[in-house]
Nanobody
Framework: QVQLVESGGGLVQAGGSLRVSCAAS????????MGWFRQAPGKEREFVAG????????YYADSVKGRATISRDNAKNTVSLQMNSLKPEDTAVYYC????????????????WGQGTQVTVSS
């Protein structure tokens, strides 16, 4: 069992930056590809960014490419998402997720999920 706990959400003005982080409680963190997803009210959960177990490969949704950076620290069992040039449409609950498979954009691929952290971007 892997527990994931997100932190760092909050309220930010459009054009601003925010960093959300996720701490994993597992001794085998390096076995997992990690992903960030988000879900806005009334919408399906969507992929934001993913990173391989080593951190060598990263993947981004087109909607955030160039504005987001995913990173991980395997020594600290953490994964983070830095978001810049935030837009009101980035408002959502952000979830981190862990997958024993290769990094994927599919919700179904991920085995464990955090409880989410709210990010609100005001215009």
């Amino acid at each position: 069992q892997v527990q994931l706990v997100e932190s760092g959400g909050g309220l930010v003005q459009a054009g601003g930056s925010l960093r959300v982080s996720c701490a994993a409680s597992t001794r085998t963190f390096m076995m997992y590809a990690m992903g960030w997803f988000r879900q806005a009210p009334g919408k399906e959960r969507e992929f934001v960014a993913g990173i391989s177990w080593s951190g060598d490969s990263t993947y981004y949704a087109d909607s955030v490419k160039g504005r987001a950076t995913i990173s991980r620290d395997n020594a600290k069992n953490t994964v983070s998402l830095q978001m810049n040039s935030l837009k009101p449409e980035d408002t959502a609950v952000y979830y981190c997720a862990a997958s024993l498979s290769s990094p994927s954009r599919s919700v179904a691929t991920y085995d464990y999920w955090g409880q989410g952290t709210q990010v609100t971007v005001s215009s």
